[in-house]
DNA sequence: GTTAGGG
DNA sequence: CCCTAAC
């Protein structure tokens, strides 16, 4: 244990700053409602950490005496001969993930041994980082500038890192363990433009099992955020409610209000520097409609492949002063939709901060402790609770199971604001992004043992909740209601899309696109014949209906709807993206369907027949039965036609479109387009005919009137 | 609901 | 493909 009779000799003097800060929290906490979250957030934490050492130090100065010195805190690796023993700290830092803290040390902290090497690596220097920070933030917290000291320390903190990273770009989170200890956590990050350092960091860092997990599991290093994060925490956990052993010393949690539970620092980057565009709630809207929601989709693509895809994933963090780049941004999404992170929230304004959070696999809420101290549980949807159970050691059927939420953590959020703008705006922002979130299209799931209970009708103790060992492993999510849309189920592959023009006319099992996945759409399932008390069997089910696609473990009575191999951008989500408007807007962007040589073909017959401009007939002629071409897809197509046809073959991309067909459709388009005109001018000659006429008639009305 | 056009 | 304006 890091205690503070390990710390103290290496810092001296820290003591009284903790003291100072621990005290200064206390007199503080009356007013703390005044006090600026972002602010408070910092210095709660380190309020809660300077008292929590004081107690450890205190309380057991004198059995950690001698192990001071058997542990040299800086370079000795201190850490990892704790953690390396008979505790991992997968279940030792399960309740910081209320902070959002665990994930990091969870997914990297695995009994396997050659996962150490992360706790190795990175000495205690972390602890020097945060706790500095405390003794700077208690002495500016009166001013306006905590913002401003809090960076620099973190700046201070990030150096520090560095010294260990070595060409590795990153940074470690520090944070506190349940023992009170600081563990460092490796964080991936990515710098710069950051595309390309991938293999060069965690997972190269700290050899996994599975690098391509790791890589998947680590979404954010698409962004480059060279940060440290602040968790942020408002209360510590009365240690009256707890159990006192080690896991006692909870940091992080807070109200039960909503809690962004990372503050993080992002480098500026000038390279990417974008200054700040058009903006406006257009192009907001764009971006909320048009790209970021394709990160979603991603979430069952990763359950369905992997489901223990999002262990050791990132909690909901802040990144602060994130410069708003165009391409980071691309990236960004670009990355999601590849390596399938999670759902998200993006909200934009324009500029530079965001946040983003990357969820936990339930695999990884599972460990817990069992002595009822806060139990952190990861949704499936990067939305999580940590859960305080309050039970009585005896269950009976009429006791009650008593349960404090300790906070929910959004499911994350992506802000962009301009370096400019003011932190009241900032403020706004932030508020409607999570009023956003809460608004509407929010769920709650009940996790158990780390996966959902999804009967409702099942009583606590029927699922087990009633027992304490059970209670505490309890967590409620939040997740996106599954209103509608579940993802369409189909496939890209062009085998399986009509390839001749019979096949167009028709829509066959082979497209079984909208239609299919519609179903089974409902949030709660109906109510579950089977009684059985086995909750294990019912914790591989879902409650949401985004979890529907999920793994072979899900293939029981729910699986209604057979999944192909799906295309990623066919399992788009429904986020309650409300940004202004308070309505959720559950848009779902239809899955891409490269129109086929043969409905080329049969597009530019029709439109040779029809002309251009009547859509809807070529629609009807040629397409009547493709439901997945509405005739404004097909006005599209040939919009694209026609420009495909005029541009170089070289420059021509996707499937090739015969020549002769490219030609077919300059001629038409030619061809219609003068006939269109000169029709348009008849019509126009006849409507202005007329209106004269009428206008004339109407006057000479007028004027006998007058 | 359609059509046209920008994104 | 999406979104909107304009029919």
Request: some cysteine.
């Amino acid at each position: 244990m890091v205690s503070m009779a390990s710390i103290c000799p290496q810092f001296p003097g820290l003591r009284d700053q903790l003291e100072y800060v621990s005290n200064f929290k206390r007199g503080l906490s009356l007013n703390k409602k005044k006090v600026e979250d972002s602010q408070l957030c910092a210095f709660d934490l380190l309020a809660s950490l300077a008292g929590k050492l004081l107690q450890e130090s205190e309380s057991s100065a004198s059995s950690n005496a001698s192990e001071a010195n058997d542990q040299p805190i800086i370079g000795g690796g201190g850490v990892k001969c704790e953690q390396a023993e008979d505790r991992p700290l997968k279940a030792e830092c399960l309740d910081h993930g209320s902070c959002g803290e665990s994930a990091f040390v969870t997914g990297f902290t695995s009994p396997n041994s050659d996962q150490k090497c992360l706790l190795n690596a990175f000495p205690h220097a972390e602890s020097y980082s945060i706790l500095e920070r405390s003794s700077m933030i208690s002495n500016s917290i009166s001013s306006e500038k905590v913002g401003a000291d809090l960076k620099t320390v973190i700046c201070k903190s990030k150096s520090v890192c560095e010294k260990f990273t070595g060409k590795v770009e990153g940074s470690f989170d520090s944070r506190v363990s349940c023992d009170g200890y600081v563990d460092n956590g490796f964080r991936r990050q990515q710098g710069g433009d950051g595309l390309d350092t991938g293999g060069l960091t965690a997972e190269n860092a700290c050899s996994l099992k599975d690098p391509m997990e790791m890589r998947m599991k680590f979404p954010a290093l698409i962004k480059p955020d060279n940060d440290v994060e602040l968790p942020s925490c408002r209360e510590p956990v009365p240690n009256a409610s707890i159990p006192r052993r080690r896991n006692d010393t909870k940091l992080g949690v807070r109200d039960d209000d909503l809690n962004f539970s990372r503050c993080k620092k992002l480098l500026t980057k000038p390279k990417a520097f974008r200054p700040p565009q058009r903006i406006g709630d257009r192009r907001i809207r764009k971006l909320l409609t048009s790209k970021y929601w394709k990160v979603a989709p991603k979430l069952k693509e990763c359950e369905l492949s992997k489901p223990a895809f999002f262990e050791g994933g990132m909690k909901p963090h802040y990144r602060k002063r994130k410069l708003c780049y165009s391409r980071e941004r691309y990236q960004h999404d670009t990355f999601y939709k590849r390596k399938c992170t999670d759902r998200s929230v993006v909200m934009t304004s324009d500029g530079g901060f965001s946040s983003e959070s990357v969820c936990n696999s339930p695999d990884m809420s599972l460990a817990g402790d069992k002595n009822g101290t806060a139990v952190m549980l990861h949704g499936a949807n990067g939305v999580s609770s940590s859960v305080i159970g309050h039970q009585s050691p005896f269950h009976s059927k009429d006791s009650h199971v008593k349960l404090s939420i300790k906070s929910f953590r959004i499911p994350e959020l992506f802000i962009e604001i301009p370096e400019t703008a003011t932190v009241g705006s900032l403020k706004r922002t932030v508020l409607e992004a999570v009023s956003a979130v809460l608004g509407s299209g929010l769920g709650v799931g009940v996790l158990l043992h780390g996966m959902k209970v999804r009967d409702d009708n099942r009583t606590l103790l029927q699922t087990g909740m009633a027992s304490k060992e059970n209670l505490d492993t309890l967590g409620f999510s939040l997740e996106p209601i599954p209103v509608q849309a579940p993802p369409p189920l189909c496939t890209e592959d062009p085998a399986l899309l009509p390839c001749d023009t019979s096949q167009l006319i028709s829509s066959s099992p082979t497209t079984p696109i909208i239609d299919s996945g519609i179903s089974d759409a409902l949030p709660d399932p109906p109510p579950s014949t089977n009684l059985d008390t086995n909750t294990e069997s019912n914790h591989e089910s879902v409650s949401s209906h985004s979890d529907m696609v999920t793994d072979d473990t899900l293939s029981d009575s729910r699986a209604l709807v057979a999944v192909p191999p799906i295309d990623v951008e066919a399992l788009a989500m429904v986020l309650p993206l409300n940004l202004k408007s308070k309505r959720s807007e559950l848009v779902q962007r239809r899955t891409r369907r490269p129109f086929s040589v043969s409905e080329v073909e049969a597009l530019v017959h029709a439109v040779e027949e029809v002309g251009t401009g009547r859509w809807r007939d070529v629609k009807l002629r040629s397409f009547e039965d493709a439901d997945h071409r509405t005739y404004v897809d097909l006005k599209d197509k040939w919009k694209t036609l026609v420009h495909t046809a005029r541009i170089a073959p070289q420059q021509r991309r996707g499937e090739p479109v015969p020549q002769e067909l490219l030609d077919r459709v300059l001629a038409a388009h030619a061809y219609w387009s003068q006939h269109q005109a000169k029709q348009h001018n008849k019509n126009q000659a006849a409507i202005l005919k007329i209106t004269v006429a009428h206008a004339v008639r109407n006057g000479v009305e007028d004027n006998h009137s007058i």
